[in-house]
């Protein structure tokens, strides 16, 4: 195993080619990373696994990498945990999927597909106790359902609900909606249908969820500030023509599970939904359940059921030609690098005033280091590691409301903005530098996600507006 905290942030990304690569969000020194799979926390360690070229920067012969971590800020770097079988139902790629406990054995349910022009399948692996040694067998759990109406299927998401549990998977139709399906996971090694659930044909999904295929379904419970919880759903957003550009980017449904009083199954009725992050760059996320606080969902504490459920989000954040006027890579430059793709810091998930909130996971707050400025305005000098916390102000003019706050890369005819977004009386904005990855955390919303590239010599500035004022910290690995 690799101490990511020591070889991919002090280690490869301080002594790496490349000043771009991020020390704060680890992932392996090379390779092509996509989406988050199998987020998990099983025997008190958190397991991110991810799509993963070990070869190459480029999106082929997709394996699984693992990272685990016991705090969300120390990681750990474990061998390729899932393979392409030569022959078998996952011969042109291990993708994307989840990781549950089957009788407490951790198992991987993920999406196999034999040929490159194929359809998916449900493949199954079963994985040791500490989930870095697999088997993989070729078992199939669930095939394409035979419904000529389903064009795609892919990604499959277990959640429970009523004590039973079920999966969907995200899929495309022939008259081109977009649809989730729905099984019964009564027995892991034997998935069973239950039919098309829910589809764009929805007037709420059709506002804020718009695609041909839904990637990547999740869904989750979370808490409201009003008090109990709401279900989120969340899809990527596919549209004919993607090629790692997504412009559709994810978005969210927010609403009740009830169960179906003939069939007893769940019924997922949405009420509201919206964006689940306003950058360019951000695609495939993984949502983890963490029930009744325990951050454990197949192994809950029976004694705090009554606790508030939980969940934590990670996101991939692709290398991009440049989107918004900001300056991007080409795919030379990328190859020249021999790396691309970074996962999100962890992500809180909340519901208020029937909107999603998303927050930084507090334990990230493990990295900041020694203050650079505090309560400044103006314009202010950012390292390229760094956390800044802006607080709006009342202004000048009392009657202005918003204003702008700029985040800049460079100087003179040169610089780019990289974010640009107002901040109102009160409001806070929380903005994290990693090298090249940008997030962007508003209070009361969800984040923005972005990559920006230092040209060397280049560094980062923030304009805030009247009112407005900032703390800096330079981001640093605690000890």
Partial sequence: MTDLALSSSLVSASMHPDPAFPRFHPRPAQGWINDPNGVSYINGRYHVFFQYNPLSARHSQIQWGHVSSPDLVRWEEH???LVPQVGGPDSAGCWTGVVTLDDGVPTACYSGVQDHGGHSQVVIARGSADLVSWEQDGHVAASMPEDPMVTA?????????????????????ADGRAALLLYSVSYMNSWEYKGIWLTTAHPVAAEHTPAEIWECPQLVEVPSASGGSAWVMMFSLWLSGDDHEHANGVGH?????????????????PSSGGKSDFGRDFYAPQIVQLAYGSADVDDPDPDAAAAEPAALLWGWANEGPGRDGRRGRTQEEIDDAGWSGVLTHPRVLSVADGALVVTPAPEVEAYRGASVAAGSAGSVVVPGFAEVLV?????????????SVELVLGLGADSQVVYSGTVAPGEELRIFIDASLVEVYRSGSVATTLRAYPAPGEGWQLTLPTGATADVWELTLPA
């Fill in 253 to 269: 449904l927010i609403g009740s599970l009830s169960a179906d009083p003939e069939t007893g199954l769940p019924v997922f009725e």
């Fill in 79 to 81: 061998p390729v945990a």
């Fill in 153 to 173: 299927v892919r990604d499959p998401f277990i959640f429970l609900f009523g004590g039973a549990r079920y999966a969907m998977q995200g899929a495309g139709l």
């Fill in 391 to 403: 607080r709006g102000g009342a202004g000048a003019d009392p009657g202005a409301g918003a204003r």
